[in-house]
């Protein structure tokens, strides 16, 4: 497996039992007593991860001086500066792109492990190439002049592979210090996760025997020990009630129509207007004999009557997050920006980063709105001095709760979202 795809496979920030997510921002208080092994460990990874990234800019300057001098015509090639962290605050909108369509064909889960001694040997990796990649540097003034445009451009191509792996190894330290942090301080939600992660784990190497299962015998007790996980598995996972401020109208009967206030202070209408086709493109299901669609009836709020009569935050200041989307109205969910990364917290908001962001992940963070927890599992072992191994697994890849970038909108997440209130719904019907 290649970097790349590790890391791609890592699962967002949204958890829907990490309360302090909106205040990102906090870290751990100073203390003398000893750092707890999570801690210890990040420290220790993140300078080696500090001394990595001034190596890359390092090299960064040098590819660019050297290419400036003999082979200018490469230098569009590079940026004019080195990778730097996105900066994010208030009003700090990111890049709505469309996804790229679903692939249809995956039997499988998908699984993937990270851990702080993981990334260590990541950031050393990365340390020796560019070891490597300032020799091949150097070893290009002793070439034929004739051949030594070829070799920069070789050079050029390997620095913009590294540039890429930066990204994504920092992507991994930010995961790793939340859920590190996160799992220590909720075990108990953890631990029922991991039961999840394991049982889904040997659910799946029984699917993968029950067609060669041996006698009748074995595929029965094959057979039988795949539905008591599936059971276990579809009753341990975390509840979701759906929110209570949403309108659900049946104006007939094979047409079922959500309606869900969703308030927001963004002020680039046509960011606002993108968003609502986005989820409502994504949150529908249509066949011969139903049909179920969400409307997102958007309220924009000024800042100013936000925060009145107090003055509002400046564009890009770094925001308390909690108490920012208290001010919002509590009929409606919330749109909003002043965070890292992207995040959703269920029922209540949805808190936009500057990263780019697709229309995908966003209708999956929607679904937090409505009340849909994450159906994947994050488990973890624990390592000891080490901290701890964190374990993902994506149990359906065509669900949007499980799977962000691939999964889709089923007619199941409608009857879930109906189941029980029916009676209570129909009353809103035109």
């Known amino acids: 497996m290649t970097w790349s795809f590790l890391l791609i496979l890592i699962l967002p920030l949204n ?11 906090k870290t751990e208080p100073v203390t003398t007593a000893p750092l707890l092994p999570y801690l210890q460990r990040g420290l220790e990874v993140t300078t080696q991860y500090e001394e990595y990234t001034a190596r890359l800019a390092a090299v960064h300057n040098r590819l660019r001086n050297t290419l400036g001098k003999e082979a200018p015509t490469l230098l569009p090639k590079l940026t004019k500066e080195p990778p730097r962290p996105v900066p994010f605050g208030y009003q700090m909108i990111p890049q709505l792109i469309p996804s790229k369509p679903p692939t249809t064909h995956h039997p499988h889960i998908i699984t993937t492990s990270y851990s702080w001694p993981r990334t260590e040997q990541m950031v050393a990796a990365e340390l020796r190439r560019l070891d490597q990649l300032e020799q091949q540097l150097e070893s290009i ?11 920069f451009e070789q050079v050029v191509a390997q620095y913009l592979k590294r540039e890429k792996n930066q990204i994504l190894i920092d992507r991994l330290m930010k995961h ?20 999840l992660y394991d049982a889904t784990i040997e659910r799946q190497k029984i699917q993968e025997t029950l067609n060669t299962a041996h006698s009748p015998d074995q595929h029965t007790t094959l057979k039988k020990r795949h539905d008591t996980l599936t059971q276990f598995i579809e009753t341990h996972r975390d509840a979701e009630p759906s929110a209570r ?58 800042p100013q009557d936000l925060y009145r009569p107090a003055a509002h935050p400046p564009d890009g200041t770094h925001i308390n997050l909690k108490a920012h989307v208290a001010r919002f109205p509590k009929a409606g969910g919330v749109l909003t920006t002043g965070t890292k990364s992207t995040h959703a917290i269920p029922r209540r908001s949805i808190v936009l980063g500057p990263k780019i962001i697709g229309t995908r992940t966003l209708a999956h963070e929607f679904g937090h709105i409505l009340g849909f ?29 499980a799977s962000p970038g691939n999964g889709q909108v089923l007619r199941s997440h409608f009857n879930d979202l109906l189941s029980g209130r029916t009676s209570e719904f129909t009353k809103q019907t035109p």
Not at 15 to 25: K, M, V, Y
Request: proline share 4%.
């Open 245 to 302: 401020f949403i309108v659900v109208l049946h104006p007939n009967p094979h047409l079922w129509i959500i309606q869900v206030p969703l308030y927001s202070d963004i002020q680039d209408q046509s960011f606002l207007q993108a968003c609502k086709e986005a989820i409502e493109e994504a949150w529908q299901f249509k066949n011969q004999s139903v049909e179920f669609r969400v409307e997102v009836l958007m309220t924009a709020i000024a």
């Open 373 to 401: 927890a994450d159906r994947y599992f994050r488990g973890y072992r624990d390592l000891g001095v080490e901290g701890y191994k964190i374990l993902e697994a994506v149990p359906n890849l065509f669900d949007i709760m």
């Open 176 to 195: 790793n210090r939340f859920w590190q942090q996160a799992i220590h301080k909720n075990k108990t939600r953890f631990d029922r996760q991991t039961r």
């Open 141 to 151: 003034s002793t070439q034929p002049r004739r051949i030594q445009h070829g070799s």
């Open 15 to 25: 958890s829907n039992a990490i309360d302090t997510l909106e205040n990102e921002q």
